[in-house]
């Protein structure tokens, strides 16, 4: 516990300081949503349906420019092998890594409902949303840190993440999608999608833990 | 004679079909201090992985301590310290940050205590607050000897520790680690003029593989050291 505290307070500390990966996700995701605004009218009946598409898009690309820019630091400085080397379990760090992933994460998702709700005119932070997201970010929170520690030791690792995450976090997308869209009133059928999207994410956080020290091992 | 502080049998590292370290037997008694040798690609830096239990050995088997490298312990992890050829400290925070940080990992007591002291040591104290990206590489080096010291490990394993260092870098590395009483070192090193002044033993590999040992656990070594003290009960 105390290593998984110093690694999420070290991480925080480090996003700060170093705002670059960051800040160019959250400009991202915020040039994207203003150019859907711009293409179509999200808030008329007729493309509606598209907008949970749109706000899971952009939380994933946006994760993956961050979360790859954090693992790529930790690579070149050697600083990933000096916490492996410690005593502390690499499920700590494993943990502590990715809660700081994903409340940085989070952050960004917070911001862009906000803007969503001002270009689109559609209420998006409401309770019933801000549990899909937070359940979504999770799932997608654990998987992508696991892959992102795997894709900072390859050579190939700008085009490791993205292949590797995208198949493995279509199911987790498809139910975030419906789940919002349940929650914005869209007709999306009977399918407990919310319900999906939990066991995705304790499927996902389980999994990656266990995964975690032999991912690590070379 | 006390059991060796580090044993190699066999020990192996394979990718794909190349051996980068191949059938290494050697054995490090404790207190001793060994200079790793050999040319670049020779092997040193993956057979220090290896013993630092980071890289896992394709066949044969290492012991660290009294204990297998492989699964790792956090006890035996407790004992390494590892100086590696990156400084391992994060650029965006100070050096005092950065001791904070890894005496949490290693759950240090008296770490703010510890800190001080092995910062004053390094020559850097004046400087503790300070972001590292403005340090030079030097500098950075101080700071990574004070990061592996800093759980008091009683076995170091550097690679390459003088890199960048100025004369009085090298001089303090000497005075903590190469010259320091008690620790079990095994250095991978390129500066041969400086080996002489502080190893007692050598492991010179060639393509992976051991083409001499000459250290305190070696029958080589032994036989050197029966000589040297030898010669000097004879003086």
């Not at chain 1, 705002?19 to 007729?46: E, K, M, N």
């Not at chain 2, 794909?16 to 670049?40: C, E, F, M, Q």
Request: proline fraction near 6%.
């Amino acid at each position: 516990m105390s290593a998984t505290l110093a690694v999420l307070r070290k991480d925080l500390r480090l996003a700060w300081r170093d705002r670059s990966g960051w800040l160019s996700a959250t400009a991202f995701a915020a040039i994207s949503v203003l150019i859907y605004s711009f293409a179509f009218d999200l808030a008329a009946q007729p493309v509606r349906p598209l907008l949970p598409g749109v706000l899971w898009t952009t939380f994933l690309f946006a994760g993956i420019f961050a979360g790859a820019h954090s693992f790529q630091r930790e690579a070149e400085q050697g600083t990933f092998d000096a916490m492996l080397l410690s005593p502390a379990p690499a499920t700590a760090i494993y943990l502590g890594k990715a809660l700081s992933h994903m409340l940085a994460l989070l952050v960004i998702e917070v911001a862009l409902l906000l803007l969503a709700t001002i270009l689109f005119s559609t209420a998006l932070l409401t309770p019933d949303l801000a549990l899909i997201v937070l359940v979504g970010t999770v799932g997608y929170v654990s998987l992508t840190t696991l892959l992102s520690t795997l894709g900072s030791r390859a050579r190939a690792r700008a085009v490791l993440l993205p292949a590797l995450a995208l198949p493995l976090l279509v199911p987790l997308l498809i139910a975030a999608v419906r789940a919002t869209g349940a929650s914005l009133g869209d007709p999306v059928g009977t399918a407990p999608w919310t319900l999906l999207l939990l066991v995705f994410g304790i499927w996902s956080s389980a999994g990656a833990a266990l995964l975690f020290p032999l991912v690590v091992e070379r | 004679m006390s059991a060796p502080a580090i044993e190699t049998r066999g020990l192996t590292k394979r990718y794909g079909t190349l051996d980068v370290v191949r059938d290494v037997t050697i054995a490090v008694g404790p207190g001793s201090k060994t200079a790793l040798t050999g040319a670049n690609g020779a092997g040193k830096t993956t057979l220090l992985g290896m013993l630092a239990t980071l890289i896992v050995p394709s066949a044969g088997e290492a012991t660290v301590a009294g204990h297998p490298v492989q699964p790792p312990a956090p006890a035996l992890r407790r004992r390494i310290g590892v100086l590696a050829h990156l400084p391992m400290v994060y650029e965006e925070l100070s050096p005092w940050e950065n001791l904070a940080f890894f005496a949490r990992l290693y759950a240090v007591e008296g770490a703010a205590a510890r800190a001080e002291e092995l910062l004053r040591r390094v020559g850097l104290w004046a400087r503790r607050h300070e972001p590292t990206h403005v340090f030079s590489r030097g500098q950075h080096q101080r700071l990574a000897l004070a990061r592996a010291l800093l759980h008091a490990p009683d076995i170091l394993l550097l690679d390459e520790p003088e890199t960048g260092l100025d004369p009085e870098g090298v001089a303090v590395l000497d005075e903590l680690v190469l010259r320091a009483p008690g620790l079990t070192v095994i250095a991978a090193t390129h500066r041969l003029d400086h080996v002489a002044s502080w190893s007692d033993g050598t492991v010179h590999l060639d393509r992976g593989q051991v083409v001499e040992d000459a250290t305190r656990g070696s029958a080589s070594g032994a036989r050197a050291a029966a000589t040297a003290g030898g010669a000097g009960e004879a003086q």
